[in-house]
């Protein structure tokens, strides 16, 4: 079965970087588009970035534009996101996506 695990959370500073890692397992990796998705203490579910099968096609939400970074390894199974000039309200639970399918998640936390 499909099996997302996500790495890399953390404390950081207003201004730092975060990288987060998600490991894939239990499907043809290299075939699927991969998404990250967040949810912010008391907030919704909303959609952060997505890449495609092949990595040559990304998308971003206004709010990660210019700051954030998604990237694959096919050889890997593994998804990335590089999180740079980071902001209070990118604190979140940050999950990577298959489809409607989630891991865990990974706690972010922007504070000083």
């Known amino acids: 079965q499909v099996q997302l695990v996500e790495s890399g959370g953390g404390l950081v500073q207003p201004g730092g970087s975060l990288r987060l890692s998600c490991a894939a397992s239990g499907f043809t990796f290299r075939v699927y588009s991969m998404s990250w998705v967040r949810q912010a203490p008391g907030k919704g579910l909303e959609w952060v970035s997505d890449?495609?099968?092949?990595?040559?096609?990304?998308h971003y939400a206004d709010f990660v534009k210019g700051r954030f970074t998604i990237s694959r390894d096919n050889a890997k199974n593994i998804v990335y996101l590089q999180m740079n000039s980071q902001k209070p309200e990118d604190t979140a639970v940050y999950y990577c996506?298959?489809?409607?399918?989630r891991g865990k998640g990974t706690l972010v936390t922007v504070s000083s």
């Open positions: 890449i495609s099968s092949s990595g040559g096609s990304t």
């Open positions: 996506a298959r489809g409607l399918a």
